[in-house]
């Protein structure tokens, strides 16, 4: 008897601990159907956020920025990352275990104090508010998490495989095209995957970083959300939640999650 | 004709030296085979001449020409790795093909050569299969397949067979020993495992701790071992430190130590104080009923062990006192059970002084 | 035994000489590095230090003096621990839960995963949301609570900030508390030990690493949160972080907001390296 009570308070306290956590989402969604915007309980359902979000210039035209840098960021980090790895992973290097460590000094870093520090620097190049500083400042930003997973991946090769190759007569290079890198594939999916979402979604780093011209969605949903609230701002929501949602289950497809935790 | 040259070849890892000073020649079509305990130093040999080490100080050379400075890629040396190291992310034909690719074969031919030498280990059409559907055997010649479809002048083998059930061992040593014949290749062959050593080997090499004990043909380790180690790791021996009592021109008189039993050798002893008497245990003869004679004590079974193709026996000697018998180790077909009173006779002849 | 090194590496560095060509394919992420880091990082840390051209701690005096910042930091270390203390006890309870009571792990470690990855600013929008007038949750607490007001309160602060860092939590407690040995527990259960003995005596010591790692990031990133204190906070519940965005405006105050952020550095670090060592020394003597 006892035993029932207890599974089921189990499943209710772990439950109650899940909701918790979507619950902002879920009332996301519904808001961005609800014709009455905010308030509860909703009269019908309603397209007219959807419809006023893609009417809005600044909006999409944010989308697509985002879109695009977390492009950019991951077409320009995994090479790095990459071939960092690939360095980092030889054994001989003096103090390599420290280089791996001090890669990763930018995770302890407030954000606040990344982004200001980069609003300082930039303006003394002359790059303030421009989109190349905002791809800088995701790659730095992004670097630590892509050389977990990445570095992880590597080191997790048996390197008898790769000596098999160079015995068959591979070079280096060819070793690495056609041994090393297929092998990693998963990582490199799930580290470009994660490197676009961390680039899409980041908020305070990335407000240092805009200027007037160059917005990304997620700092102009904060703006809206500062200013004047628009249910407008839940289709957008909806829309980055599914869109989040879906990158993160492909990833899962092809590389389990605990694995890039990173924790 | 002389293929493979090690010459003085030393590798230190900081303060380990791996591999002490060692030079031989394994020649052509040889069936070379390195064994000796772990950490003696023949995988570092196998790395060394394959090219993933560069010798601290000597030279390898293949076919005359020193190899020593050159990438593994560019030896015509090809490797079996132990646990096989095949590509997961590619078939099985073109893990075997990469070779060929790797070496700018004309991609013409490069279907055909894998044919062949999937038929040559035995497992002819499973170009498209993937190695993790594959059983240990299969991929163990699919490695082999894939390394010799190069045709290279030697051929590595990391102890390929240890990972392998005995009767897939006994029967993949049968199967390499042809592939060698058939293919003319050289192949230097690592194990620990002594049985497969002597089996295979044209020459075999015993390595202990980084230098080489001795090199020759199996019969000639085996029987006629150089020293204690060679005598007791090649199989089961009986070996004993001894002292010189009394020796003329054909025999030498021997006390063994904490023993007061007294062996004949038909060898002449060496210089030094104490020398080492060593005898097979094939070579110990047991009967019920023997006539007296050199070598020959009543002695008692200790303890029997059935090895399935033979028996072992444990058999004590009494000596003057309670404390100073002596036991040997033989073989024999016959069965006694311990306790039994057994005559025992060596043949001085076959009581060697290493 | 044998050190592996890769052939080509080998005798490129035979070759070459040294570790030059680790180096060189190090060097691309390294320069980019320093570029995009370490000097920025640097030109603030100066900007703190340096006032006039000369080295001095004005900045930080004027920090640990003016009650405005004190109350900010102040205000800061207490929403940070009231949140700590909150995330810490239900991330460890669905953690426990996804570990040792759950029938599908793989699941659950996914829907966590992807609140996590949905952007903050969205979450944050959903508690806005449901703390405004006319929400959910004004319908469904109003037999309790007479005067709505949880916006623009600390309280909504907390919430914001255990919605942001209880993913985190969770990914930490599970990721140690898979690493302990199901065979302990029930060996401890078939000595005699009752469910709740097992748990108290057995697996909640060897969770302590979870436990301290995961509180001391929590605190960490609750200390330097920006966005839950920014828009669930209003004009007068600010901490750190949003003190330092609001001094970015006037080039004059970088030297405040430069100090600010050195002195929030420091102290998350602090937390995050000490805690870690404290748990990794602890370790050795710990059994996993």
Known sequence: MSGRIERLAWRLAAGGVLLFLFFPLLLVIVISFNPDGFVFPPSGVSLEWYASMLNDSALINAFLLSVGLGIGTAVITLPL????????????????????????????????????????????????????????????????????????????????????????????????????????????????????????????????????GTVTIPVEIYQYISFSIDPTVAAVGAVLIIVSTSVVVYMDRVFSVQEISGF | ????????????????????????????????????????????????????????????????????????????????????????????????????????????????????????????????????????????????????????????????????????????????????????????????????????????????????????????????????????????????????????????????????????????????????????????????????????????????????????????IPGETDADGLTLTAFSDSQWEAGQPVRVRVPPEQVLLL | MSSRSYAGIDRLRSVVGGDTSSLVLLLPLVVAFTALFIVPVGQLFSRAFLVDGTISLANFREIFSTGLYIDVIVRTVRISALTTAITMVSGYLLAYYIVFRSSNKRLLLLLVFVTMMVDLVIRIFGWVVAFSSGSILEILTSPFVEDFSILFSETAIVIGLVQFTLPFMIFVTVGVLSNIDDSLVEAARDLGATRAQAFLRLTLPLSMNAIIVGGSLVFALSMSSFVSPQLLGGG?????????????????????????????????????????????????????
Not at chain 1, 182 to 203: C, D, E, Q, W
Not at chain 2, 128 to 155: F, H, K, M, N
Not at chain 2, 158 to 174: A, G
Not at chain 2, 273 to 297: I, K, L, Y
């Open chain 1, 81 to 212: 990352v990459i071939l960092a790895s690939v360095g980092l992973r030889n054994e001989g290097l003096p103090g390599q275990q420290y280089l791996e460590n001090v890669f990763l000094f930018p995770l302890m870093v407030p954000e606040v104090v990344l982004g200001f520090a980069l609003l300082i620097y930039f303006s003394s190049l002359g790059l303030t508010g421009s989109t190349v500083g905002i791809v800088f400042g995701h790659i730095m930003f992004t670097t630590p998490f892509a050389l977990q997973t990445i570095l992880a991946a590597m080191k997790g090769i048996d390197t008898d495989i790769e000596d098999a190759a160079h015995d068959l007569g591979a070079g280096s290079l060819q070793t690495l095209a056609y041994v090393t890198l297929p092998m990693i594939k998963p990582a490199i999916i799930a580290g470009a995957g994660y490197v676009f979402i961390l680039s899409f979604t980041n908020v305070t780093m990335t407000l240092f970083l805009v200027g007037s």
């Open chain 2, 1 to 316: 004709m002389s293929n493979i040259t090690l010459d003085s070849v030393t590798k230190e890892f900081g303060d380990l030296t791996a591999v002490d000073d060692v030079s031989y020649i394994i020649n052509d079509d040889e069936f070379f085979v390195i064994v000796g305990p772990s950490g003696c130093g023949k995988s570092t040999s196998l790395r060394l001449i394959a090219g993933f080490e560069t010798p601290t100080s000597g030279s390898i050379s293949l076919k005359g020409e020193p190899i020593g400075h050159l990438a593994p890629e560019d030896r015509d040396i090809r490797m079996v790795f132990q646990n096989y190291a095949l590509f997961p992310h590619m078939s099985v034909g073109e893990n075997i093909a990469f070779g060929l690719k790797m070496n700018n074969v004309d991609p013409e031919t490069h279907d055909s050569r894998v044919a062949d030498v999937l038929d040559l280990v035995g497992l002819p059409d499973i170009e498209d299969s993937y190695p993790e559907t594959l059983s240990g055997g299969q991929q163990q010649r699919i490695a082999l397949a894939r390394a010799l479809v190069l045709e290279p002048d030697v051929l590595l083998l990391d102890e390929p067979l240890s990972n392998l059930d005995k009767n897939l061992r006994d029967r993949m040593q049968v199967e390499l020993k042809r592939i060698q014949r058939e293919t003319g290749v050289t192949a230097i062959h690592v194990t620990h495992n002594q049985e497969e050593a002597l089996s295979l080997a044209d020459q075999v090499c015993v390595m202990n701790d980084g230098v080489i004990e001795q090199i020759g043909p199996p019969e000639e380790v085996y029987y006629r071992p150089r020293n204690r180690f060679v005598a007791d790791f090649l199989g089961d021996s009986n070996t004993f430190s001894a002292t010189v009592l009394n020796a003329d021109s054909d025999t030498t008189e021997l006390g063994v130590a904490d023993s007061s039993v007294r062996l004949v050798s038909g060898a002449e002893p060496s210089d030094s104080d104490t020398q080492t008497a060593f005898f097979r245990p094939e070579h110990v003869g047991m009967a019920e009923q023997s006539p007296d004679g050199t070598n020959t004590f009543d002695a008692t079974v200790a303890s029997r062990l059935f090895t399935g193709d033979k028996i072992r026996y444990q058999l004590d």
């Open chain 3, 236 to 288: 007068r519940n600010r901490m750190i972080a949003n003190t330092i965005f609001s001094l970015i405006g006037n080039s004059g105050e970088w030297g405040i907001a430069a100090a600010l952020g050195f002195t929030l550095l420091v102290t998350t670090a602090s937390i995050l390296v000490i805690f870690i060592a404290i748990v990794t020394a602890l370790l050795g003597s710990d059994r996993p």
